[in-house]
């Protein structure tokens, strides 16, 4: 597989997961061009990831926020209708891509299908941001063995050489939307990250390991980001709603910028 890297490497990054949203291309125009005039000297890399139908658009307008797509296909150009490939994303202006998000996972995505994808996304040369979490929290604490079942799934033969280019995004299922049971404590993502970090290391060494970054995404919000960087050492957010909201999803990031 040829290595590509989209240099994030020492800095905090910032996604936003616009999700299915917004509904015209006008909007989604209007929200990227508020945000452009916004970030102009922002520490932390930020990274959108739109609807597919909008991500060329929004490359044609500026390059300055690198862009990614919330799926791809595993396979190569062909007889997969309704699907968009890897090369078709990267040469779209895709730099970046979410793969396994609970949503994806919801509707019947599987770790096999996942893994796949994920070995598209860096033979292509994108960066893809692994979701991973669990449904719910219980005193028996099964969710470490779904993580890892989910780790190791998805990685499922990359070389190790690889998996730094990989961003992982812990998004506790019960966490996310309108619909989350409560929000994730700090201490709860810091215990899940070395747990994370560990279960790299003994699959890939500590070396391959130590350099992936792990981010937190689930109910993000102005109010919670200052105690996550600081009390659960994020290396970053996957941000749902509140990066739909111009306002919030600055404020997110000036937040980050002055805790780095
Ligand atoms: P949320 O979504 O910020 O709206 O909870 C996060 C996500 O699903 O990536």
């Known amino acids: 597989?040829?290595?590509k890297s989209n240099?994030?490497?020492?800095?905090?990054i910032i996604i936003a997961n616009w999700k299915m949203n917004p509904s015209s291309s006008k909007e989604a125009e209007a929200l990227f061009k508020t945000l452009l005039k916004n970030l102009d000297r922002t520490k932390a890399s930020v990274v959108i990831c739109p609807p597919s139908i909008y991500l060329e658009r929004l490359y044609k307008i500026s390059k300055?926020?690198?862009l990614g797509l919330q799926n791809i296909y595993f396979g190569g150009?062909?007889?997969?209708?309704?699907?968009i490939s890897g090369n078709m994303a990267k040469n779209s202006g895709a730099k970046f891509v979410i793969l396994g998000h609970s949503e994806r996972r919801a509707m019947g995505e599987d770790s096999d299908t996942i893994s796949k994808k994920i070995k598209t996304a860096l033979y292509v040369g994108l960066t893809p941001i692994l979701c991973i979490g669990e449904k719910i929290r219980d005193e028996s604490h099964e969710h470490f063995s779904v993580i890892k079942a989910q780790l190791e799934g998805a990685l499922a033969g990359v070389t190790k050489s690889y998996v730094p280019e990989i961003i992982?995004?812990?998004?506790?299922?019960?966490?996310i939307?309108?619909?989350?049971?409560?929000?994730?404590?700090?201490?709860?993502?810091r215990e899940v990250a070395i747990f994370i970090k560990k279960t790299l290391s003994d699959?890939?060494?500590?070396?391959s390991a130590g350099k992936v970054k792990i981010i937190y995404g689930g109910s993000v919000h102005p109010k919670n980001v200052s105690?996550?960087?600081?009390?659960?050492?994020?290396?970053?957010?996957?941000?749902?709603?509140?990066?739909?909201?111009a306002k919030k999803f600055i404020e997110i990031i000036n937040l980050t910028d002055s805790l780095s």
Do not use: C
């Open 77 to 83: 150009e062909g007889a997969s209708t309704g699907e």
């Open 168 to 175: 992982i995004a812990y998004e506790p299922v019960w966490a």
């Open 227 to 245: 105690s996550f960087i600081t009390d659960g050492g994020v290396e970053g957010f996957l941000v749902g709603r509140d990066s739909l909201n």
């Open 64 to 66: 300055k926020i690198p």
């Open 177 to 189: 939307g309108n619909q989350a049971m409560r929000e994730a404590r700090p201490e709860e993502f």
């Open 1 to 3: 597989m040829p290595a």
């Open 203 to 207: 699959k890939f060494g500590i070396d």
């Open 7 to 12: 240099s994030v490497k020492n800095k905090k």
